[in-house]
């Protein structure tokens, strides 16, 4: 069964860093364009980070330099390293995976076919 599971969530002071990972279940996660999403109440979901089977990134303007997206193939994990933190990132944050193409399309959330349940991160000020 297909499945990603999310951890590395919590609360944290501005300035301070989090990472967040995900394990993929069921299919060779490297081989496939996968994402970090965030999402406030009330609002669409919001791609923040992709990364390809080649290992090409891309980000969110407001993250860049920021968060870091990386991945392990060997353990099918994905990563996503934050510093700086800001109150404006506090948001439930998803994993996604396009198991379709080895390239990512962008950050859309439409082009992702599967998603993660969410860790929840809050930056307190």
């Known amino acids: 069964q297909v499945q990603l599971v999310e951890s590395g969530g919590g609360s944290v002071q501005a300035g301070g860093s989090l990472r967040l990972s995900c394990v993929a279940y069921?299919?060779?996660?490297?081989?496939?364009?996968m994402a970090w999403f965030r999402q406030v109440p009330g609002k669409g979901r919001e791609g923040v980070a992709t990364v390809a089977r080649d290992g090409n990134t891309d980000y969110l303007y407001s993250v860049r330099g920021r968060f870091t997206i990386s991945k392990d193939d060997d353990e099918n994990t994905l990563y996503l390293q934050m510093r700086s933190l800001q109150s404006e990132d506090t948001a439930m944050y998803y994993c996604?995976?396009?198991?379709?193409?080895?390239?990512?399309?962008?950050?859309?959330?439409?082009?992702?076919?599967?998603w993660g349940q969410g860790t929840q991160v809050t930056v307190s000020s």
């Open positions: 996604a995976a396009d198991r379709r193409r080895p390239y990512c399309l962008g950050l859309g959330s439409s082009w992702y076919d599967t």
């Open positions: 069921g299919y060779h996660a490297g081989s496939y364009c």
